[in-house]
């Protein structure tokens, strides 16, 4: 996070877990998202409603962690690009949409019961559950968001939108990428306030920057093919080892296998 400019990211705050927190010298509001320094798959990810909460979290996640802001865009998407370090221009080579987890009242049926009707949300019950009311019953047409954190660990629905992808969005994260030291490959976590403003490289806000262990999110789409997720994740292997060969024969230094395996570890 340190790595991206300021006009392209929210207001985020690292907190060392083995210090005692200072809760008056976190200026973002609550609510705010709290998750691991080193994450994935959507773990430990927590909105926290207030300084109770927080302090309750610093005292359980026993691990480096960031506090971040929460972007009022309803859009996230999963943007992957590619960019050799000897050439000017990369290429955007994934571009998904996030559906979030939701249920429509009828009613008549409660939140479980609506959640029950549908495969994706029925397995989401039990950890749904220790949050939100599950005999609550909505409203005809009312939408209740169940899952505000975008992975389709917790339910979230990956789109395909790979039809979106032009030569001006590839120049719009030319730009960005070469704002950051280092950055050819991996995958940005964002949210804009429209496809639109993505294209013109308007009100984007980055929430994460995920390197080499990034997957190009829509393989995930559930009418994408596995032969075709397959291609895709050799072909993105390929190209990253290029990229890693260029780099270590320009001097960059590898990580040690160790430090390589901890932080493997932590990540999941």
Same mark, same amino acid.
């Given at each position: ?8 990211? =929210? ?16 200026? $973002? =509001?609550? =609510? ?5 320094? $080193? ?45 050799? =370090? ?13 559906? *979030? ?6 009613? @008549? ?6 959640? &029950? ?5 029925? +397995? ?31 339910? @979230?629905? *990956?789109?395909?939108?790979?039809? &979106? ?9 030319? @730009? ?36 080499? @262990?990034?997957?190009?999110?829509? $393989? *995930? ?10 291609? $895709?994740?050799? &072909? ?23 430090? +390589? ?8």
């Amino acid at each position: 996070m340190n790595s991206i400019p300021e006009q392209y990211k =929210p207001k985020t705050i690292f907190i060392s877990y083995q210090n005692a927190l200072a809760t008056n010298a976190i200026d $973002i =509001p609550f =609510p705010l998202i709290a998750k691991p320094d $080193i994450g994935g798959r959507g773990r430990k990810i927590r909105v926290i409603q207030n300084v109770e909460e927080l302090l309750q979290y610093h005292e359980e996640v026993h691990e480096d962690y960031m506090v971040q802001e929460i972007i009022p865009y309803d859009l996230e998407l999963g943007v992957f690009y590619i960019r050799m =370090p000897y050439e000017s221009k990369g290429k955007v080579v994934s571009l998904s949409e996030k559906e *979030f987890l939701k249920v429509e009242g009828d009613g @008549t049926l409660s939140v479980k019961q609506l959640m &029950l009707l549908d495969y994706r949300s029925s +397995l989401q019950i039990e950890r749904l559950g220790k949050g939100i009311d599950l005999d609550e019953v909505l409203p005809q047409g009312t939408v209740k968001l169940l899952e505000p954190i975008g992975n389709h660990c917790r339910g @979230t629905i *990956f789109r395909d939108r790979g039809d &979106l992808i032009s030569d001006p969005l590839c120049e719009v994260f030319d @730009t960005i990428s070469k704002s950051i030291e280092g950055f050819y490959y991996g995958r940005f976590d964002l949210r804009v306030r429209s496809m639109e403003d993505l294209i013109e490289g308007e009100h984007i806000q980055i929430m994460e920057l995920n390197g080499i @262990t990034a997957d190009a999110a829509h $393989i *995930f789409d559930p009418n994408a093919r596995l032969r075709d997720a397959l291609y $895709i994740q050799i &072909l993105n292997c390929i190209q990253s080892f290029k990229i890693a060969r260029y780099n270590i024969r320009n001097g960059a230094k590898t990580t040690p296998v160790l430090e +390589l395996y901890r932080k493997s570890i932590n990540g999941f």
